[in-house]
T-cell receptor, first 115, second 110 residues
Framework: DAGITQSPRYKITETGRQVTLMCHQTWSHSYMFWYRQDLGHGLRLIYYSAAADITDKGEVPDGYVVSRSKTENFPLTLESATRSQTSVYFC??????????????FGPGTRLTVL | SQQGEEDPQALSIQEGENATMNCSYKTSINNLQWYRQNSGRGLVHLILIRSNEREKHSGRLRVTLDTSKKSSSLLITASRAADTASYFCATDSTGNQFYFGTGTSLTVIP
């Protein structure tokens, strides 16, 4: 099915473990984004990518690593998970960028708990 | 931070009434968007208004933008129970990044 998918939908891990959250989109959108959503903070941008092999930091990038070797995939890795990274993570994609940013299409989210 | 702030944080109305929520932001923008989030789901785009526009309609939605006051409002007319959700504004001034507010939680009572 076309769209944007995230996996896993739920993940429980322990402090210090490495975790990778996957994001896949079938629209061939140029732009992809990772957000985290926490109570009281709304959504905050972690990283974004304008195209394959081009990534840039957002508002809260510390503790996260991204890569984009293929246009359709944008994995987010927590190299050494901390409790403060317990959150709901959303991936999004957009077909445009530049001066007038286009609509972003969101995945269903991954609920991550770090014990 | 350019983060938008929605007001009120929570709103409860009867079905059929109109719901108005507001968004204020801090710096100049290129455009402003409104998104809806149903419980446990991802965000869904509702409407985009550009900085040179003052009002925009989409079905039962009406969005206004006042760049002099750095504020926007979202009006949902004739609300339905299915409109129960959280609503977020998102602002963009650098082209590739969005800054979301903390959202307004709307409850429509049947």
């Amino acid at each position: 099915d076309a769209g944007i998918t995230q996996s896993p939908r739920y993940k429980i891990t322990e402090t210090g473990r490495q975790v990778t959250l996957m994001c896949h989109q079938t629209w061939s959108h140029s732009y992809m984004f990772w957000y985290r959503q926490d109570l009281g903070h709304g959504l905050r941008l972690i990283y974004y990518s304008a195209a394959a092999d081009i990534t840039d930091k957002g508002e809260v990038p510390d503790g996260y690593v991204v890569s984009r070797s293929k246009t359709e995939n944008f994995p987010l890795t927590l190299e050494s998970a901390t409790r403060s990274q317990t959150s709901v993570y959303f991936c999004a994609s957009s077909g445009a960028g530049g001066l007038y940013t286009d609509t972003q299409y969101f995945g269903p989210g991954t609920r991550l708990t770090v014990l | 931070s350019q983060q938008g702030e929605e007001d009120p944080q929570a709103l409860s109305i009867q079905e059929g009434e109109n719901a108005t929520m507001n968004c204020s932001y801090k710096t100049s923008i290129n455009n402003l968007q409104w998104y809806r989030q149903n419980s446990g789901r991802g965000l869904v785009h509702l409407i985009l208004i550009r900085s040179n526009e003052r009002e925009k309609h989409s079905g039962r939605l009406r969005v206004t933008l006042d760049t002099s006051k750095k504020s926007s409002s979202l009006l949902i007319t004739a609300s339905r129970a299915a409109d129960t959700a959280s609503y977020f504004c998102a602002t963009d001034s650098t082209g590739n990044q969005f800054y979301f507010g903390t959202g307004t939680s709307l409850t429509v009572i049947p």
